[in-house]
């Protein structure tokens, strides 16, 4: 009884050892780059959430940049995955989507972005959406457009906090960042929704991350009810816009869309609402960290912002 047991156990560990040898050293056509698979399942997951306050490149990334390179590879969220910050890389990958590599998304923004469909056009929608972003919110609209009204609502807004004891400058300006996109996407006015698209927005993003379970009182769960909130405002607006097709609205993106409804036959109600979504979180995302890093170092290099004054 001794023996077996002996024979279970040793056939045992060596399972697991096989098991974590083929997970430390997966498969593949070529050679892959240098870099840790991390814990079996897990990978290296836990090190990439551990949050930083840093201004400088991630922690969980500069440290592996500095060991193996601009090009490592690594397991995160379950799946192994090669991160590059290699410019040049970066840009031969992206000219070949649609060629030789396939968009991917985790599992979580497949889900909230509906990007998890493997479609023949695949490679001519992302096309159409980089095309369309770039016509509302590219070097030619920003000069004539969209720099002029940002200026206009940056003044109006400070003029706002210069009233009041004290701002929490992230949320103000994650505020302003998302009613600025908001009305070029689909001439979004805070003052006669009954919603604030700005705390969904804000709660959607602190759950990207988080660890999926969808359970009321989790990160998660308000994730997808505050993505669900936000989309139904876009849907509202789109039904009213289709059912009073004769009236203007100024060439947002979501007349943008409508017009080309005609004529794409992937561009349907529900993807049109599921682009204003991403666009708007992607502008919404990165102009509020943008602004709010550019209080803190205005704040904290007076003779930068006296120069700026002066001019």
């Known amino acids: ?26 498969k593949c056509n070529g050679i ?3 870099g840790s698979m991390g814990l079996p399942l897990i990978g290296e997951t836990i090190q990439l959430i551990i949050p930083s306050y840093s201004l400088d490149v991630s922690p969980f990334i500069k440290k592996r940049l500095q060991r193996y390179g601009l090009v490592f590879r690594t397991s995160v969220a379950g799946r192994l995955v090669v991160v590059s910050a290699d410019p040049e890389f970066n840009h031969f990958i992206l000219q070949q989507e649609g060629k030789l590599v396939e968009s991917w998304y985790l599992d979580l923004f497949a889900k909230v972005f509906k990007q998890g469909e493997n479609r023949p056009d695949g490679g001519y929608i992302h096309k159409y959406m980089r095309n369309l ?32 004891e004290s701002i929490e400058v992230k949320c103000a300006a994650a505020e302003m960042a998302l009613h600025f996109g908001a009305k070029q996407m689909f001439s979004y006015d805070p003052e006669k929704s009954s919603i604030d698209l700005t705390e969904k927005y804000i709660n959607f993003s602190k759950g990207l991350l988080s660890f999926p379970l969808n359970i009321p009182g989790t990160a998660y769960h308000k994730c997808l009810e505050d993505h669900k909130k936000a989309l ?31 004529v794409e036959n992937f561009l349907t109600e529900e993807f049109a609402v599921q682009l204003m979504f991403g666009l708007l979180f992607v502008s919404f995302d990165s102009l509020s960290a943008t602004l709010t890093l550019a209080f803190k170092l205005l704040a904290e290099n007076p003779t930068v912002l006296e120069e700026l004054t002066v001019c």
């Not at 405002?233 to 789109?238: A, F, H």
Request: charged content about 20%; hydrophobic content about 40%; some cysteine.
């Open 32 to 34: 892959l780059p240098p």
């Open 133 to 164: 972003a770039l016509s509302h919110f590219g070097g030619e609209s920003l000069k004539a457009k969209l720099l002029p009204q940002l200026e206009e609502l940056v003044n109006k807004t400070i003029s706002t906090w210069s009233s009041q």
């Open 232 to 262: 139904n405002v876009m849907r509202d607006v789109l039904n009213k816009r289709l059912s009073s097709p004769d009236e203007t609205h100024q060439g947002d993106v979501l007349d943008h869309l409508i017009k080309d409804m005609k």
């Open 1 to 26: 009884m001794s023996t077996l047991g002996l024979c279970v156990v040793a056939l045992l560990v060596i399972c697991i050892t096989h098991w974590i040898y083929k997970w430390r050293n997966p």
